[in-house]
């Protein structure tokens, strides 16, 4: 009998990694939904994965907490067997959009450590443990990380987001370059302005730059893009591709005259 592939998702439990986990659950993966919400806070969404018939495990846990990010793997691989796939999706935005002049060290450490050290070290425990697995199918595993277009875009009263999605770029890079030789694949998915509810705090803006054409496809981006393209990337579709990013942002990217 053939054995049935894992996927775990980091901040799982709405918005673009609950899309995700959905997605890769409706092709087929064992999902481990990873968030910092009570799995009783989000008994609706899990409903709704249960009627769909997707075979998941819920883990409560915090992505800048080192026992939280070990105990994840653990328990998946007691759950599951095995784990296929990580998408490293859990990121965090500044409490307060200050000025780069007045950005403190506190919200500096809160964003960097969840978003870019959480990700580097959770992304170091399950690619040994893809190392340790028989492997299934065309590859060892696959590893997507969701970035975002702040990587290379400068918002000024948010510059400690900016700088950790940088670092996620650069965690990309490093892990592909070290895992390709195994078997392992890495990716980032960039997304520009998704409709969820980071981007609700600032709606009015976003929607003002919709209509002025800002993006060439004029509309909000949705969760589900987002998910549609991770899942391209951890099928067998992508098999001579690693370290490369895709943008999933309307294209936001061009640059026009």
């Not at 075979?55 to 998946?76: A, I, P």
């Not at 990700?119 to 990380?145: D, H, Y």
């Not at 003002?208 to 909000?220: M, Q």
Request: proline share 2%; hydrophobic share 40%; charged share 25%.
């Amino acid at each position: 009998m053939e054995q049935t592939k894992t996927a775990i998702v980091t901040g799982a439990s709405r918005g673009i990694g609950l899309a995700v986990a959905r997605q890769l659950g409706i092709q087929g993966y064992q999902i481990v939904l990873f968030a910092t919400r009570r799995k009783e806070d989000c008994s609706q969404q899990l409903q709704a994965l249960k009627e769909e018939n997707i075979k998941f495990h819920y883990v409560q846990g915090t992505l800048d907490d080192r026992e939280d990010r070990k105990r994840l793997v653990k328990e998946t691989v007691e759950r599951f067997g095995r784990i296929d796939v990580l998408v490293n999706n859990a990121g965090v935005a500044p409490l307060v959009r200050a000025d780069l002049l007045d950005m403190t060290e506190d919200s500096y450490d809160r964003v960097m450590n969840i978003n870019a050290k959480g990700t580097l070290f959770l992304t170091q425990l399950v690619a040994n443990q893809m190392l340790r697995q028989e492997v299934l199918g065309e590859k060892r595993g696959t590893i997507v990380n969701i970035g975002s277009c702040s990587a290379e875009v400068s918002s000024v009263n948010r510059g400690e987001y900016c700088i950790s999605k940088s670092a996620v770029s650069m965690i990309t890079t490093l892990f592909a370059d070290r895992l390709a030789g195994d078997g392992i694949l890495v990716h980032e998915v960039r997304p520009g302005v998704i409709k969820t509810d980071m981007t609700m705090k600032v709606e009015e803006k976003y929607d003002a730059l919709i209509e002025a054409g800002t993006f060439p496809i004029r509309r909000w981006g949705t969760p589900k893009d987002v998910a549609m393209a991770v899942c391209a990337l951890c099928s067998d579709q992508f098999l001579y591709t690693t370290g490369n990013y895709i943008d999933v942002d309307g294209g936001f990217h061009i640059k026009r005259l």
